[in-house]
């Protein structure tokens, strides 16, 4: 009866054991996109996230931007991008929202800068960027936009900066290792662009390197843990972290961090949903990752997931307001002694502004023309070749948590046998001796 019962509470305590690991993640799960897609990217506005574009099923190409509500945990229709685009850089600055480069419909690259305006909730066409490209990163430093990377015909390692107080580019010194599909982050006034690849899911990277705006310089940093592309990346604490990709055998789920303060890089639990072609975005001290294809190739999903770094849990995300400090109290009026005027200073004259453009229709759902040459980066889902040398998979780095999560189960486990056995002997002990009385 003792090993019964012993046997009882020992399943139990295992089928506990899961629950209580599964409680101690530092993902959740959030509403779905309404649009499932790749290839797209996402911005965020205060506590709203905006994505744009990108591959819906079957490769069709899309202008659709929503915006989800983090607070709320809704989603919403903004108005199209006035183009069908993916593949773009996008990057957010002084309340507004930038779409640089991308792929157009046809599969042509483009040059083509959109801004979005919420407050009108409206597109207007800035300035071209000098050289079309797709499939590059886009980041805000200092008030200055700069797209790095991309691909045209051949894998690009042009960098080039927008100001928007005068709605003009210049060129900047290049990336040293040209890249696509790459990832980067922004960190102590610095950007660091991360992995990528070269045309070919074969050929992932995981080179990372530093642009220092101010010396207009780059540097080589400490590599990333694995090789990949079609990941994203986010900012968030002066750190930056890493998510998805694909190879040929596969995509990736791997979220990796890199502090910049001392070169190091830390593996951090994986997401639920391996994809690549995806979308990840900071609002307060959470990341969320969105859509993305779940296999190589072209396929979508709706999927969003949030990141929440365990030290930051007991963090406020959004600081209360600080109260205006006191003012000094008036010297008393001066009798029959006028305050002089200040001479008229003219009106500051307001920065050039972008050209407003009508959107056209909603394309959401736009097929290319029969004749257009497909996008250079959209490939068809890869089978695995047998012939093809092995590729880095991101199980061969384990995150912490889930070998201590294994020793204490193993512990548990252990425990319980011995238990049992020790019961067994007891019983048997006892036995033995009540018969021979």
Same mark, same amino acid.
């Given at each position: ?7 009882? *509470? ?23 996109? !309404?649009? &499932? ?10 506590? #709203? /996230? ?46 507004? /929202? ?31 960027? =000098? $050289?079309?490209?797709?499939?590059? $990163?886009?980041? %805000? ?19 080039? &900066? ?14 040293? $290792? ?24 074969? $050929? ?8 220092? =705006? ?28 890493? %998510? ?16 910049? *303060? ?54 406020? @995300?959004? !600081?209360?307001?600080? =109260? ?5 109290? &008036? ?27 009508? !959107? ?55 425990? /319980?046998?011995?238990?049992? @056995? ?8 006892? #036995? ?6």
């Amino acid at each position: 009866m003792r090993c019964i019962s012993a046997g009882i *509470a020992a399943v139990l305590l295992l089928s506990l054991i899961p629950a209580s690991i599964g409680q101690d993640s530092e993902w959740s799960i959030k509403s779905p996109m !309404p649009t &499932a897609r790749t290839e797209h990217i996402g911005a965020a506005i205060g506590s #709203k /996230i905006y994505i744009a574009g990108g591959l819906g099923e079957g490769g069709l190409r899309l202008s659709t931007v929503e915006v989800y509500d983090t607070a709320a945990n809704t989603w919403s229709n903004a108005a199209p991008l006035p183009v069908p685009l993916h593949h773009v850089g996008i990057a957010s600055y002084n309340e507004k /929202i930038y779409v640089v480069g991308g792929y157009f419909a046809d599969g042509a690259p483009s040059n083509r800068l959109y801004i979005y305006d919420p407050a009108s909730n409206s597109w207007s066409r800035g300035r071209d960027m =000098p $050289t079309a490209r797709g499939a590059l $990163t886009a980041q %805000f430093i200092d008030g200055i936009l700069y797209a790095v990377g991309g691909r045209a015909g051949r894998t690009l390692g042009t960098n080039e &900066a927008y100001d928007p107080a005068t709605g003009t580019w210049a060129t900047r010194a290049p990336i040293p $290792t040209p890249r696509e599909h790459l990832a980067s982050g922004v960190a102590y006034g610095k950007m660091y662009v991360i992995a990528g690849r070269d045309a070919r899911l074969e $050929t992932n990277m995981d080179v990372n390197e530093e642009y220092d =705006p101010k010396l207009d310089r780059w540097a080589r940093k400490s590599p990333m843990p694995s090789k990949r592309g079609g990941l994203v990346g986010a900012s968030l604490n002066n750190t930056i972290f890493v %998510f998805g990709g694909e190879a040929p055998a596969g995509t990736f789920s791997n979220n990796e961090q890199y502090f910049p *303060a001392n070169d190091t890089w830390k593996v951090r639990q994986r997401m639920p949903t391996a994809r690549h072609g995806l979308a990840a975005v900071e609002v307060g001290n959470q990341i969320f990752v969105i859509g993305g294809g779940k296999n190589p190739g072209l396929f979508v999903s709706d999927v969003n997931e949030v990141f929440t770094p365990r030290e930051l849990v007991k963090q406020i @995300v959004f !600081p209360a307001p600080q =109260p205006p400090p006191a003012q000094p109290p &008036a010297p008393p009026p001066q009798a029959q002694q006028p305050a002089p005027q200040p001479a008229p200073i003219p009106a500051p004259q307001p920065p050039p502004q972008p050209e407003p453009i009508q !959107p056209q229709p909603p394309q959401q759902i736009q097929q290319p023309p029969p004749a257009a040459p497909q996008p250079p980066i959209a490939e068809p889902p890869q089978q695995p070749q047998p012939q093809q040398p092995p590729v880095e998979q991101p199980k061969e780095i384990e995150p912490e948590e889930s070998q201590s999560a294994l020793l204490i189960i193993s512990g548990i486990i252990i425990l /319980i046998v011995a238990f049992i @056995v020790f019961s067994i002997i007891r019983s048997r002990a006892v #036995k033995t001796r009540n018969t021979a009385q």
